[in-house]
């Protein structure tokens, strides 16, 4: 079910969006100036809308909107709210025919509070339990998943490691980003995300995964 529902979001969101991810600037927010919202007005002084550029990204509000509020220009912006690496734990939100519709899965995830206390305590490949536990810290992000292929049938750590383009904790969908077309790999593969930068957005996109 988790699986056919990433696919299904990835999909909505490469055609809707287009395809992003990337660097940011101090954490989760890691983009353009708070002023830069839709409201903004680009260099040719036309009106700003979502997907017009990096100078006018969409603008999620700070917390998750009700259901049916209008969202005005913003056609295809999707926002998350939550902390976990999996977005399928997480509330999420679609911009659609003028109004925020709530595509939260209401998947049961297992709490942050069964993540190992370090991840230098965590070793990859090692057997781990809970199966679909996500745990974010500085230095990386670590998946207990068995999306191992024939390689591996039980779960077991896999771990994707920080970097200075692609920090973890990972920034959510739909906050701001500042380097057009950037990519990070949050684990599309093991049960989080992949993210691509576009239009000033972080967006989720789909991941070839290995059989």
């Not at 599309?188 to 691509?196: D, K």
Request: proline share 11%; with cysteine.
């Amino acid at each position: 079910m988790r699986t056919l529902l990433r696919l299904a979001l990835c999909g909505a969101l490469t055609i809707a969006c287009g395809g992003s991810v990337v660097t940011v600037d101090g954490g989760t927010d890691g983009g353009p100036s708070d002023d830069a919202g839709p409201d903004a007005t680009p260099l040719d002084g036309s009106p700003c809308h979502y997907g017009q550029g990096p100078e006018c990204p969409g603008e999620c509000p700070a917390s998750p909107p009700t259901q049916g509020a209008s969202c005005g220009d913003q056609q295809g912006l999707w926002c998350e709210y939550g902390s976990s690496p999996d977005p399928s734990c997480n509330e999420l939100f679609e911009c659609t025919n003028d109004a925020w519709q709530e595509m939260t899965t209401g998947t049961i995830c297992p709490p942050p509070s069964d993540c190992p206390s370090t991840y230098a305590s965590i070793t990859p490949n090692a057997d781990c339990n809970p199966s679909g536990l996500a745990c974010a810290y500085s230095e990386g992000t670590c998946f207990c998943t068995t999306s191992f292929g024939a390689q591996k049938l039980t779960p077991a750590w896999s771990c994707i490691p920080a970097t200075s383009q692609c920090p973890s904790p990972r920034p959510e969908i739909g906050a701001h980003c500042s380097v057009e077309n950037a990519e990070c790999d949050y684990g599309g593969c093991q049960g989080g995300v992949a993210l691509e930068c576009k239009n000033g957005n972080w967006i989720q996109v789909e991941t070839p995964c290995p059989g």
